[in-house]
């Protein structure tokens, strides 16, 4: 390919959507056009829109909630739901299925969750607010899609090993943030509810072990799940994580046995075949035979990922951040940023979430003797440890479940996280951005 095909190809609109800086670059887009609609004169207009409530009716029970309450507590599931994916996939078969590999990035997720909530909770103490200490789990999340899309501007400067580490951190960090929400945000317990949500995921766990491969009993379950644990007091979005982990990872097919039944059906394919235009019936009878073995091959969790990646790259997460990132400021944003839990926020975001991370490396590579990412030096790692603090996504979620009856701290916290990412991310970008380009990436 020359220069100006390859060219061309790398700005194809196709590519660019399914590129990694994509989905980054959608969600400040969405969260741009949240805030200006916010503060101009079709504000009420919208917040009415987000606050008209639908009901679902199941008999005679039934369901109401805001268009924004069914995005945070039903859309947000499946979200959850594929974070839950991505854990366990990381956990049997990636970065975290050892000690030694998970060593470094777990404990960088763990030093970036203690330190920065630490920072909120001196901050807010000090400003003598004990309402807004609700939010002091605000800053210990990070945002996957937008971290990993500020590194994916940076291409090959990178070594691949820093884009996997980074992966890793808000893997665990998303672990770390679930446990909150399900032992710090959760309303009172009915128990009933909780029940029959417990037997739901042992009904799942078994189909998995009698070899259920097909996907939709799975989504029956999650969707049945889901509704009770909205019911039981425990945050729905759990649903999304608990269900993941009862997934099937294993293919039903092997490699070996994949590869010689697709010879032959294409062998026989090619033999039964006539000079016409159309595909013939037998033809059509072996297609559908080589789309079950191709489905066979592939295990259902791998399956599901592939299926909502875009999905939720691509629309969960942008509308979650049309409905949760916009915020009034037109009587001054000073007042705004002057709220304790505002600036408890924006100091554990800048400045908490990056020094958590590298201190917990530090302590992690001289004691437990956890190797850094291969290529990378401490000018990288500190790079990426203010591209962690990017909060936003999970931070806007967690501002939601730490501020319900509080518009005043909700908003505050909402333009600091905001700030707060936005900043974080420039530090990041240009800290990255002045590193030499590496010799040789071995892993890439």
Not at 180 to 203: D, H, K, M, P, R
Request: glycine share 8%; proline share 5%; net charge neutral.
């Amino acid at each position: 390919m020359n220069r100006t095909n390859a060219s061309t190809d790398a700005t194809h609109p196709g590519r660019v959507v399914r590129g990694e800086a994509f989905p980054g670059a959608l969600l400040i887009l969405c969260a741009v056009v949240a805030m200006a609609i916010a503060n101009s004169p079709w504000a009420a207009g919208w917040q009415h829109w987000w606050h008209t409530e639908f009901a679902i009716h199941l008999g005679d029970q039934a369901i109401t909630k805001s268009v924004a309450h069914w995005i945070n507590d039903g859309l947000m599931v499946l979200f959850f739901f594929f974070v839950g994916l991505e854990v366990k996939h990381e956990v049997l078969d990636g970065e975290l299925q050892s000690m030694k590999q998970a060593a470094l990035p777990v404990a960088a997720a763990v030093g970036g969750m203690i330190v920065p909530a630490g920072v909120y909770a001196a901050v807010v103490a000090w400003h003598g607010d004990p309402e807004a200490m609700a939010g002091w789990a605000i800053p210990m999340a990070t945002d996957i899609a937008f971290a990993l899309g500020v590194l994916a501007l940076l291409g090959r400067r990178m070594p691949s090993s820093l884009r996997v580490f980074l992966a890793s951190l808000a893997i665990a960090d998303d672990v770390g943030a679930v446990l909150v929400i399900a032992i710090f945000y959760t309303e009172q317990i009915a128990w009933s509810f909780l029940g029959i949500g417990a037997l739901l995921l042992a009904l799942s766990a078994l189909l998995n072990r009698f070899g259920v491969r097909a996907t939709w009993p799975y989504v029956v379950i999650g969707l049945l799940l889901w509704a009770t644990l909205l019911r039981s007091g425990v945050h729905a979005t759990i649903a999304g994580v608990a269900l993941a982990m009862t997934i099937p990872a294993r293919r039903k097919l092997n490699e070996r046995d994949f590869t010689q039944r697709g010879r032959e059906l294409l062998d026989e394919f090619e033999r039964v075949g006539e000079p016409d235009p159309l595909t013939n019936p037998e033809q059509l009878a072996l297609v559908r035979e080589l789309q079950v073995h191709a489905t066979a091959v592939q295990a259902p969790l791998q399956r599901m990922t592939e299926g909502l990646k875009p999905l939720v790259a691509h629309l969960i997460v942008p509308v979650f951040a049309l409905a949760n990132a916009g915020v009034d400021v037109r009587h001054g944003i000073a007042e705004v940023a002057s709220h304790p839990a505002a600036r408890g926020v924006f100091v554990g975001l800048l400045l908490g979430k990056p020094l958590g991370i590298l201190l917990a490396i530090w302590i992690a590579h001289r004691w437990l003797k956890a190797p850094l990412p291969r290529g990378s030096t401490w000018a990288h790692l500190r790079g990426v440890a203010c591209l962690a603090g990017i909060g936003f996504t999970m931070s806007l979620f967690l501002d939601s479940l730490a501020f319900p009856a509080s518009p005043e701290a909700f908003g505050a916290a909402k333009v600091a996280i905001l700030g707060a990412s936005l900043l974080v991310s420039l530090v990041g970008y240009f800290l990255l951005r002045r590193l030499p380009m590496p010799a040789i990436d071995t892993a890439h």
